[in-house]
């Protein structure tokens, strides 16, 4: 099938824009992707090693209020927490912001498809309030660079990353045979090592048994976290070599034979299935053409994981242009692309005060089903429509849809030019009658927004 520049837009995009051109050709496409990360420098997201002063300053005033309760430094402490605290919230409000902001004005929407898929592919939650709903940008600086790059470096890069250590409890962990175990009754933590394979490589049905997970936890007892970020702990490291998946790696542990380890676990064949499967989930159908997933994978191993090149093989198959739109957008995407399609600039969005980031965007997509930063494990969000068009995530959409937009801008198109701008040729005609018949402009953007048709990609 052929190539569709309103269908790219809206299934391997952020949607359509009536101020952003929709893409003419695959090849402008990936040519775009293959280039500068414009977007990412627009709207910035301060990276971990900025953030992670400022939320320590606040731990560490949160501990001192509690010091002095009930004795009269309390007010002093509670002013400096709070301070910190506003400033934590600002923090979060402007990730919200810069997140949304690039996908309603970016030229290079398949990136910000790509960034979103392999945040997830990595998921990570924060386990301590300071933390939480921060993690996920610090995720994405490790796999930004990478989405046109190769899995291997993007599995090397999240794997290692302080947030992933932490979340994962490798910081506790230590081989049984460690200097450190000898002085300490601590052992292994094989959480890393079981997400590694089961997963970001491998998938559950893999082969690998439960040696392969305990020799690869062994293998990653030197990875550790200092203030300056992740560090190697040869105290911490299990002494002599590890195999994994019938490869023996090197008895004299240090950083570069965890890279080398995982290393390998990217080039492994079942790796290249795993990943090929869920993207072709991801962009076309809950339940893929065998021929698209075959396709993928043949590319992937044939490339060393070049996820370019992988992407592109998506976008040459015929498969991927099926005209029937079988995805359900998760409501981050359907939120975005709303915006997108109204034609509302990205700098309006980044000069919205903390409170109206709250109540416009981060708590009616909680209500919708995708609250901000916290998917329900560490698989991320679910592919399957039934987990998202609920009876309560569909009101919430809806509700969203019919008077959210009216409170962002004044200037609402007429529902009329909102149909052809938001899906353009693959509108139904049930959708046209209804943003013509609509008695005022406010009812027919929501009937637009909340209508089936701009629901799926």
Same mark, same amino acid.
């Given at each position: 099938m052929p190539f569709d520049p309103d269908l790219c837009a809206i299934r391997?995009? =952020?949607?359509?824009? *009536?101020?952003?051109?929709a893409p003419g050709s695959s090849a402008e496409v990936l040519a775009i992707l293959a280039g500068p990360d414009h977007?990412?420098?627009?709207w910035h997201i301060p990276p971990y090693a900025v953030a992670t002063p400022s939320l320590d300053a606040l731990r560490l005033a949160n501990m001192a209020r509690r010091e002095v309760a009930d004795t009269p430094e309390v007010a002093a402490a509670e002013a400096a927490y709070d301070e910190l605290a506003r400033a934590h919230v600002e923090a979060l409000a402007h990730n919200v912001k810069a997140t949304i902001a690039r996908?309603?004005?970016t030229s290079d929407g398949l990136r910000e498809r790509l960034v979103m898929f392999w945040s997830d592919h990595f998921t990570v939650r924060a386990k301590t309030g300071f933390l939480r709903h921060l993690v996920t940008p610090y995720v994405e600086e490790a796999v930004r660079p990478h989405v046109n790059g190769r899995f291997a470096d993007m599995l090397k890069a999240v794997e290692t990353h302080p947030v992933m250590l932490a979340y994962l409890d490798q910081t506790n962990s230590m081989g049984p045979n460690s200097v450190r175990a000898q002085r300490r009754d601590r052992g292994l933590n094989e959480n890393l090592a079981r997400e590694i394979l089961e997963l970001h490589t491998i998938g559950v049905d893999g082969p690998y048994d439960q040696r392969d997970v305990r020799q690869l936890a062994e293998l990653l007892t030197g990875l550790g976290l200092d203030r300056q970020g992740t560090v190697y702990r040869s105290d911490h490291a299990e002494p002599g070599g590890e195999t994994v998946l019938g490869v023996t790696y090197s008895a004299e542990a240090n950083l570069s034979t965890v890279e080398a380890a995982l290393d390998g676990l990217a080039d492994h064949p079942s790796t290249a299935r795993h990943i090929s499967r869920k993207l072709a989930v991801h962009f076309v159908s809950e339940e893929p053409d065998q021929g698209l997933v075959d396709t993928l994978t043949a590319r992937f191993v044939a =490339?060393?994981?070049d996820l370019l090149e992988v992407t592109a093989a998506m976008l040459d198959h015929p498969a991927a242009w099926v005209p029937e739109r079988q995805k359900v957008k998760w409501p981050l995407e359907f939120m975005s692309s709303a915006l997108r399609a109204l034609g509302i600039a990205p700098e309006m969005i980044m000069t919205m005060e903390a409170r109206h980031v709250r109540q416009m965007l981060q708590g009616p997509l909680a209500v919708m089903g995708q609250p901000w930063e916290t998917a329900p494990g560490p698989d991320g969000w679910s592919e399957r429509a039934e987990a998202w068009i609920t009876p309560q995530g569909l009101a919430a959409r809806?509700?969203?849809a019919m008077?959210? *937009?009216?409170?962002i801008t004044e200037d609402l198109p007429d529902p009329r030019d909102l149909v052809s701008t938001a899906l353009g040729p693959l509108a139904s005609e049930e959708i046209v009658f209804a943003a013509g018949a609509a008695e005022d402009r406010a009812e027919g953007v929501g009937i637009v927004l909340a209508s089936a048709d701009f629901q799926r990609r």
């Amino acid at each position: 099938m052929p190539f569709d520049p309103d269908l790219c837009a809206i299934r391997f995009g =952020t949607g359509l824009s *009536p101020l952003v051109p929709a893409p003419g050709s695959s090849a402008e496409v990936l040519a775009i992707l293959a280039g500068p990360d414009h977007a990412a420098e627009a709207w910035h997201i301060p990276p971990y090693a900025v953030a992670t002063p400022s939320l320590d300053a606040l731990r560490l005033a949160n501990m001192a209020r509690r010091e002095v309760a009930d004795t009269p430094e309390v007010a002093a402490a509670e002013a400096a927490y709070d301070e910190l605290a506003r400033a934590h919230v600002e923090a979060l409000a402007h990730n919200v912001k810069a997140t949304i902001a690039r996908k309603i004005g970016t030229s290079d929407g398949l990136r910000e498809r790509l960034v979103m898929f392999w945040s997830d592919h990595f998921t990570v939650r924060a386990k301590t309030g300071f933390l939480r709903h921060l993690v996920t940008p610090y995720v994405e600086e490790a796999v930004r660079p990478h989405v046109n790059g190769r899995f291997a470096d993007m599995l090397k890069a999240v794997e290692t990353h302080p947030v992933m250590l932490a979340y994962l409890d490798q910081t506790n962990s230590m081989g049984p045979n460690s200097v450190r175990a000898q002085r300490r009754d601590r052992g292994l933590n094989e959480n890393l090592a079981r997400e590694i394979l089961e997963l970001h490589t491998i998938g559950v049905d893999g082969p690998y048994d439960q040696r392969d997970v305990r020799q690869l936890a062994e293998l990653l007892t030197g990875l550790g976290l200092d203030r300056q970020g992740t560090v190697y702990r040869s105290d911490h490291a299990e002494p002599g070599g590890e195999t994994v998946l019938g490869v023996t790696y090197s008895a004299e542990a240090n950083l570069s034979t965890v890279e080398a380890a995982l290393d390998g676990l990217a080039d492994h064949p079942s790796t290249a299935r795993h990943i090929s499967r869920k993207l072709a989930v991801h962009f076309v159908s809950e339940e893929p053409d065998q021929g698209l997933v075959d396709t993928l994978t043949a590319r992937f191993v044939a =490339t060393d994981g070049d996820l370019l090149e992988v992407t592109a093989a998506m976008l040459d198959h015929p498969a991927a242009w099926v005209p029937e739109r079988q995805k359900v957008k998760w409501p981050l995407e359907f939120m975005s692309s709303a915006l997108r399609a109204l034609g509302i600039a990205p700098e309006m969005i980044m000069t919205m005060e903390a409170r109206h980031v709250r109540q416009m965007l981060q708590g009616p997509l909680a209500v919708m089903g995708q609250p901000w930063e916290t998917a329900p494990g560490p698989d991320g969000w679910s592919e399957r429509a039934e987990a998202w068009i609920t009876p309560q995530g569909l009101a919430a959409r809806i509700n969203w849809a019919m008077h959210m *937009p009216r409170r962002i801008t004044e200037d609402l198109p007429d529902p009329r030019d909102l149909v052809s701008t938001a899906l353009g040729p693959l509108a139904s005609e049930e959708i046209v009658f209804a943003a013509g018949a609509a008695e005022d402009r406010a009812e027919g953007v929501g009937i637009v927004l909340a209508s089936a048709d701009f629901q799926r990609r």
